[in-house]
C-alpha cells in the first residue's frame, strides 16, 4: 500500500495557512479603518492639549476615575514603537511571501 500521508501533511499546511491568513486579513482590514483615530491619538500625544491636561492631572483636577492612561508617560509612546514595529514586521512578512 502507498503512503499518502504526505497529503495530509500538505492538507494541514493549506488549512492553517488559509485560516491564519483570513485572520490576518481580518485584523488589517480593523487597523486599516482605525488609522484615522491613531493619527488622532499622535498628533494628541505632541499637542498643547495634552500639555495642558498633564497639568491639570499634576493639579488634582482630573476626577480619579476617568480612565487617564494617554496621561502615563509611556503607554501612547509605546504603541507608537510598536505600530512602526509591527508595520516594519509586515513589510518582512510581506517580502517573504512574495519570494515564496
Do not use: C, W
Not at 491639570?56 to 509612546?77: C, F, H, M, T, W
Amino acid at each position: 500500500m502507498k503512503d499518502f500521508s504526505h497529503i495530509t501533511k500538505f492538507e494541514n499546511i493549506l488549512n492553517t495557512y488559509g485560516e491564519n491568513l483570513q485572520e490576518l486579513n481580518k485584523a488589517l482590514n480593523e487597523i486599516k479603518e482605525l488609522i484615522p483615530k491613531y493619527q488622532s491619538l499622535i498628533e494628541y500625544y505632541y499637542s498643547e492639549q495634552r500639555d495642558k491636561d498633564l497639568s491639570a492631572d499634576e493639579k488634582g483636577e482630573i476626577p480619579e476615575k476617568l480612565n487617564r492612561g494617554v496621561l502615563s508617560e509611556d503607554a501612547i509612546y509605546n504603541t507608537i514603537l510598536d505600530s512602526q514595529d509591527t508595520a516594519i514586521k509586515m513589510l518582512e512578512i510581506a517580502i517573504l511571501m512574495l519570494k515564496s
